[in-house]
C-alpha cells in the first residue's frame, strides 16, 4: 500500500513539473487574440450621432460608447474608492456631449431599444441614472428609432434638459 502511494506522489510530482515547466516556456502571460470591429456604432447609434453632430455640433463635442469612468470620479476614500470605481468601471453610455473648448461633460445620453426593457437593464439603467445625477450629469432617454431627424432629436434632447434643470429647483 505504502510503495503505491509512494508511486501516485511521485506520478503527481511528475505531473506538476511538467505542468510548470511548460507554463515557463510560454511564458506566465497568457496571450488572447483580437481583430477589429468592423463599426465602432451600431447603425441606429450612427444615426442618433449623426443627427446630434447635425443639429447640436456647433455647441458640443459628442463622444460615443464612453464609460462612466471616464466622466465621474468616486467621492470616497480607501477602500471605498476602489469598490465605487468598480461600480462605475464597466458600465458606459451610448453618447456623452461634451463643451467644445473645456471638453467637460455636459450630459449623456442613452439611447433605448426593446433591450432596455429586460428587468437586469431596467435596474442598471435606474442606478446609471443615480449614479449620474448624482454627479450632476444629465442623462437624456431617447427611443432608438432607427432614423433620426436631427432637428426632432435636438428638440428632444432641450426638452430632456430643460425637465432636468426644472427637477433641482423641485
Known sequence: ???????????????????????LARGSKRVFRYDRRDALMTRAERECY??????MGQDYCFFP???????????????SRFYAFRHINQKSVDFVACNKT????????ELDD?????PKRIARDIEVERILREA???LIRVQNRGQFNPKELAH???????????????
Open 102 to 109: 473645456t471638453l467637460s461633460p455636459v450630459f449623456a445620453l
Open 50 to 55: 449623426h443627427a446630434l453632430v447635425a443639429e
Open 136 to 138: 450632476r450629469i444629465p
Open 156 to 170: 428632444e434632447v432641450q426638452a430632456g434638459l430643460d425637465t432636468y434643470v426644472k427637477s433641482l429647483s423641485a
Open 114 to 118: 426593446r433591450t432596455h426593457n429586460l
Open 1 to 23: 500500500m505504502t510503495k503505491w502511494i509512494i508511486i501516485g506522489v511521485g506520478l503527481f510530482l511528475i505531473v506538476a513539473a511538467i505542468q510548470i515547466l511548460n507554463a
Open 65 to 79: 460608447q464612453i464609460h462612466l469612468d471616464s466622466i465621474i470620479v468616486p467621492k470616497d476614500s480607501g477602500k
